[in-house]
C-alpha cells in the first residue's frame, strides 16, 4: 500500500474554545470551528462551523459546510452547505447552495455565478475582491477605504468599489512613484 506524501496530507485548524476577533488566513486552510466565535472571519480553503459551534460573524470563504448556529452575513466563493441541526440567520451570497432537511436559514439569499477571473469595467467589487485584485489584505484595503486612500463608497454595512475607479487610482499612484 503506497503511503501519502507529507505534502498530500490534509492539515486542519480546529478550534474548540471560545474567541473574539477578526481571523484571515490568505493561504488555504482547513478550518474547523467548534466552539464560539464572535468577529469576522476571512479564510481561504474549507470552513467548517461544528453542529455545537455559536458563531457571531459576518463570514467570507471559499468552501464553508454549516452545521452550528451562524449569525452574521455568508459569502461563499466556491459553495455553502447548510446541514442540520444548522441554524443560519443572515445575508447569504454563494454560486453553489445546499440546504438539508431539518436545517433553519432565516435571511436574504443572493445565487451568484462562480466569479470570472476577469472582470469588465463596469464590475462593483466587494472589498475581499479588490484585496484580492491587488495583492493585499482586506485589512488594509479597509483601511485606505476608510481614510480616503483609495476609490469606495461605503453603504452603511459594506464597501463597494468600482474596477474602472481602482485601475484610474493604480495608473495614478503609479505616476507619483
Keep these: 500500500m503506497a503511503k501519502k506524501r507529507p505534502e498530500m496530507e490534509e492539515k486542519i485548524l ?3 474554545a471560545s474567541m473574539q476577533g477578526t481571523i484571515v488566513f490568505k493561504d488555504p486552510v ?5 466552539g464560539s466565535f464572535e468577529g469576522k472571519l476571512d479564510t481561504r480553503g474549507n470552513l467548517t462551523i461544528g453542529e455545537n459551534a455559536t458563531v457571531k460573524a459576518d463570514i467570507i ?30 445575508s447569504i451570497e454563494t454560486p453553489l447552495l445546499s440546504i438539508a432537511e431539518g436545517a433553519i436559514v432565516n435571511g436574504k439569499l443572493a445565487m451568484q455565478t462562480a466569479r470570472a477571473q476577469s472582470l469588465s469595467d463596469s464590475d462593483i ?4 475582491d479588490v484585496a484580492q485584485y491587488l495583492e493585499v489584505d482586506t485589512a488594509v484595503i479597509e483601511d485606505w477605504a476608510a481614510k480616503k486612500k483609495i476609490p ?20 495614478e499612484e503609479r505616476v507619483k512613484v
Design 14 to 16: 480546529d478550534v474548540d
Design 125 to 128: 467589487l466587494s472589498l475581499r
Design 61 to 90: 470563504g471559499d468552501s464553508i459546510v454549516i452545521a452550528g448556529n451562524v449569525s452574521g452575513n455568508i459569502t461563499a466563493m466556491q459553495g455553502l452547505s447548510i446541514i442540520a441541526p444548522a441554524e443560519v440567520n443572515g
Design 30 to 34: 482547513n478550518l474547523r470551528i467548534n
Design 152 to 171: 469606495g463608497a461605503w453603504d452603511g454595512k459594506e464597501w463597494h468599489f468600482q474596477k474602472a475607479e481602482i485601475d484610474h487610482w493604480i495608473q
